[in-house]
Every structure is written in structure tokens, then in C-alpha cells.
């Protein structure tokens, strides 16, 4: 099956170029460079070495069998027969053999191959849907993948800024402590606070290998090789309502499928119906008469089965309960949906608002709080405590607007996989 080379998409998530890794194709490990990875080409790693596609495509030739298989007539069957040998009396040795050789063709009624192809053809349409969907679902896994790794990577960078920031503080207070001007208590909580942020990088380091080796895993790459990413999360000013996203949910992938089924099931109510009406057969031959010094006669023949008790009427029955069931499954999973669709709505409006208060508000605010009592300090108005608390202080509110965004992201990802428009139009 051809693996789709996607080209970026103008998403509310990212904000990505694409560029060529310039490595050999079929190779995914041979596509990692010492470049930061952006998210349409960690897509596109995804979507040339997922097996999902090799098995679709395997299925897809065999339905393809099938619809060959439907289109085919009976073969008609060779017969021979022989009869009044080695009898006794009139039948006695072979003086009365009679042997019949001929042909029996059944002849399909109601326009049976053709509706028996359309069955096959419509199911072998189904393939075309479930290769967008899957499409969309690899796209869905990476971008998640994708997000945690870039979320994990930035979490890792803060974390080694504090580290930094609070060696240099134990430096300057055990400075201050040799030179009598701070306390030893002083020391032993600088000291404490190193400690605890090498414990905290190191915790940021094994969760940014393990969100690598995730994304990886998707690439077919096991062990995950070194690499970075790259790209940024945007936070929109607006988020669309969610009567905006209801009104596109009947022209998505998941709901626009269910009216494949229905034709599919529509053409197995039709060849159920067709089967009611029975086929003929035929039977032509010749028959040779061994008396009297041997005679050719031709026999011809016909047979319709009677359908006294067996008008298929079981089967066409469950045909139509099946087809008149697609639109209530159709109408449970568009429940679904809706409730999927407010779930994560409901959390995006809460995410945005988190990071939005965050960055616009509270960042600002903790970081005119810490120039402030670095100044202090500077002038001996203020101690090395003041100064480690209030960039504690800023550095928490920063991983809180990591994990705002981590939530934000998720739930448009969640978002844009329900609300997907459906490409193919049959």
C-alpha cells in the first residue's frame, strides 16, 4: 500500500516547517540526524514504518480476491452414467448396457453474480475509510508522543537552569558564611536545595527518555535512538464554542463511514432477497444403447427446486434488521462523541485559561518579584533565602505553565481526532 507523505498541516497545535533529513528511504534509523526532529517529519517516520499499513493492504488484497471470486459463473459439472449391466435375465453381462455421458449447467436467476459483486465491492470500500482512519490515528498517537517528548525536553532544560542557579547560590553563601556574614544554617539549606535539584533533573531525565522511547516506539526504532525535537505549542487567543465543533461532527471520518455500511448492507439485503428465487438447471447429453448392435439417442433435461418451505425468508429477515440497525449505530456513536467532544472541550477551555493566567499574569508577576529581591539583596536589605524562595517561586510557576500546556495539548489532540472532516465522499 503507498504510505501517504503528508505535507504540513495548518493546525491550531503546532507551528512546524518541514525539511528534509536527507537520509535513504526505508531506513527509519538511517533518518535520524543529528537535527532536532520536527513534528511532520516524526510524522512521517511514523507513517513509513507502521506494520499497520502492510496489514491493511494484505486485507485489501484479499477482499480484492473476493470481488474477483464473486464475478465468476457456476462451472458446469461432466457427468457419466451407466446402467442394465451385469443383471440377471434381460439385464444379464452387457447385451443391455445403456451408457449416458452429459453436461449439468445451473443458470443464476435475479441478477445473483452481479449483486453477489457489489456485496464484495462495497466491503472492499470499506478499506478506503479504514485507511483514513488509520492514517488519522498514527497522526494523533505521534502528535501526542510527540508533545510529551517536547513538553519532557523543556521540563529538563528548567530543571538544569535551577540546578545551575542554585550551585551558584551555595557558592555565594558559602562565601558569606566563610566570611562570617551568614549563618552555617545558611550553608546546609543551599546545600539541601543542590541536592534536591539534582534529584528533581534526574526524575525530568528519566521521564524525557521514557516520552523518547514512546515516540520512537512509533518509528519502529527500539532501543530509541539520541535525538531532540523541535517546535513550539501555540496557545490560540480563542477557542472555537462547542456548538462550532458539534455542527462539524456528521461530516467526520467516524460518522461518515456508517454510510458505507449502510450501502454494504443494503447490497446483502438485496442478494438475500435475490436468493429467494431459485436457479435452473440444465442437463444435455447423449446416450448410447448397446442392443441391437449399438444406438445414439440425445437426453436434455431441466430442474428448478420448489421453494415450498426454504424462501430464504431467515436470512433476508436478518439482512434487514442489520441494515435498519446502522442508523441506530450510527446515532450511538454520535453519543458518544458528544460526550468525548464536551469532555475534553471543557478541559481545553480549562487548560487554556491555566496557561493563559499563567503566562500573562503570574509569570510576569514572580519575575518583577525576583529582580526586585535580587536587588534587595544586592543592596543587604533582603537575605540569600529570600532570593532562592522567590525563584523557587518563579521556576514552579513555569513547570505549571509546561503542565497547562501539557493538558491544552492533549485535549485539541483528543479534539481534533473526533472532529476529523472525512475526505473520501462515497
Given at each position: 500500500m503507498h504510505r501517504p507523505k503528508l505535507l504540513s498541516r495548518n493546525t491550531l497545535l503546532f507551528l512546524f516547517s518541514i525539511s528534509s533529513l536527507g537520509a535513504e528511504p526505508g531506513s527509519a534509523f538511517g533518518q535520524i540526524g543529528p537535527e532536532p526532529i520536527e513534528f511532520d517529519q516524526a510524522l512521517q517516520l511514523a507513517l513509513d514504518n507502521d506494520p499497520r499499513y502492510d496489514l491493511l493492504a494484505e486485507r485489501r488484497d484479499a477482499a480484492e480476491g473476493q470481488v474477483e471470486q464473486a464475478g465468476v459463473r457456476p462451472n458446469p459439472v461432466v457427468g457419466a452414467e451407466a446402467e442394465n449391466f451385469l443383471g440377471t435375465g434381460p439385464v444379464s453381462g452387457v447385451k443391455a448396457l445403456e451408457v449416458t455421458l452429459g453436461v449439468t449447467q445451473v443458470l443464476e436467476t435475479a441478477d445473483k453474480r452481479r449483486l453477489r459483486t457489489e456485496v464484495e465491492r462495497q466491503r472492499l470500500a470499506s478499506f478506503d475509510w479504514e485507511a483514513e482512519q488509520l492514517e488519522w490515528e498514527i497522526e494523533s498517537e505521534v502528535r501526542e508522543a510527540f508533545v510529551a517528548v517536547l513538553l519532557a525536553q523543556q521540563s529538563v532544560g528548567l530543571r538544569e537552569m535551577q540546578l545551575e542557579l542554585a550551585e551558584r547560590s551555595l557558592s555565594e553563601t558559602q562565601r558569606l558564611v566563610e566570611e562570617a556574614r551568614s549563618p552555617q544554617v545558611e550553608k546546609t539549606r543551599a546545600t539541601l536545595a543542590v541536592k534536591r535539584q539534582e534529584f528533581l533533573l534526574r526524575q525530568s531525565e528519566r521521564d524525557y527518555e521514557s516520552s523518547r522511547a514512546v515516540l520512537a516506539a512509533l518509528w519502529g526504532m527500539v532501543?530509541?535512538?539520541?535525538?531532540?525535537?523541535?517546535?513550539?505549542?501555540?496557545?490560540?487567543?480563542?477557542?472555537?464554542?462547542?456548538?462550532?465543533?458539534?455542527?462539524?461532527?456528521?461530516?467526520?471520518?467516524?460518522?461518515?463511514?456508517?454510510?458505507?455500511?449502510?450501502?454494504?448492507?443494503?447490497?446483502?439485503?438485496?442478494?438475500?432477497?435475490?436468493?429467494?428465487?431459485?436457479?435452473?438447471?440444465?442437463?444435455?447429453?447423449?446416450?448410447?444403447?448397446?442392443?441391437?448392435?449399438?444406438?445414439?439417442?440425445?437426453?436434455?433435461?431441466?430442474?428448478?427446486?420448489?421453494?415450498?418451505?426454504?424462501?430464504?425468508?431467515?436470512?433476508?429477515?436478518?439482512?434487514?434488521?442489520?441494515?435498519?440497525?446502522?442508523?441506530?449505530?450510527?446515532?450511538?456513536?454520535?453519543?458518544?462523541?458528544?460526550?468525548?467532544?464536551?469532555?475534553?472541550?471543557?478541559?481545553?477551555?480549562?487548560?487554556?485559561?491555566?496557561?493563559?493566567?499563567?503566562?500573562?499574569?503570574?509569570?510576569?508577576?514572580?519575575?518583577?518579584?525576583?529582580?526586585?529581591?535580587?536587588?534587595?539583596?544586592?543592596?543587604?536589605?533582603?537575605?540569600?533565602?529570600?532570593?532562592?524562595?522567590?525563584?523557587?517561586?518563579?521556576?514552579?510557576?513555569?513547570?505549571?505553565?509546561?503542565?497547562?500546556?501539557?493538558?491544552y495539548a492533549q485535549a485539541l489532540t483528543a479534539i481534533k481526532n473526533l472532529t476529523r472532516p472525512a475526505t473520501l465522499t462515497r
Open positions: 532501543p530509541a535512538p539520541d535525538f531532540r525535537v523541535q517546535g513550539e505549542i501555540v496557545l490560540e487567543e480563542e477557542i472555537p464554542s462547542i456548538e462550532e465543533l458539534e455542527a462539524v461532527l456528521p461530516g467526520t471520518v467516524i460518522l461518515k463511514r456508517f454510510e458505507s455500511d449502510r450501502q454494504q448492507r443494503q447490497a446483502a439485503l438485496e442478494l438475500e432477497e435475490a436468493r429467494a428465487t431459485p436457479d435452473i438447471e440444465l442437463y444435455g447429453g447423449a446416450r448410447y444403447y448397446n442392443e441391437d448392435d449399438g444406438n445414439l439417442g440425445f437426453v436434455a433435461g431441466v430442474a428448478v427446486p420448489w421453494p415450498l418451505f426454504d424462501r430464504n425468508q431467515g436470512n433476508i429477515r436478518s439482512a434487514r434488521a442489520e441494515l435498519r440497525s446502522v442508523e441506530y449505530e450510527r446515532e450511538a456513536r454520535r453519543r458518544e462523541l458528544l460526550l468525548a467532544l464536551n469532555e475534553n472541550w471543557r478541559e481545553l477551555q480549562s487548560a487554556h485559561a491555566d496557561a493563559r493566567s499563567i503566562e500573562v499574569d503570574l509569570i510576569p508577576a514572580a519575575r518583577e518579584t525576583l529582580e526586585a529581591t535580587e536587588e534587595g539583596y544586592r543592596l543587604g536589605r533582603f537575605t540569600q533565602v529570600a532570593v532562592i524562595d522567590s525563584r523557587q517561586e518563579l521556576f514552579a510557576l513555569r513547570e505549571s505553565y509546561l503542565e497547562a500546556l501539557g493538558r
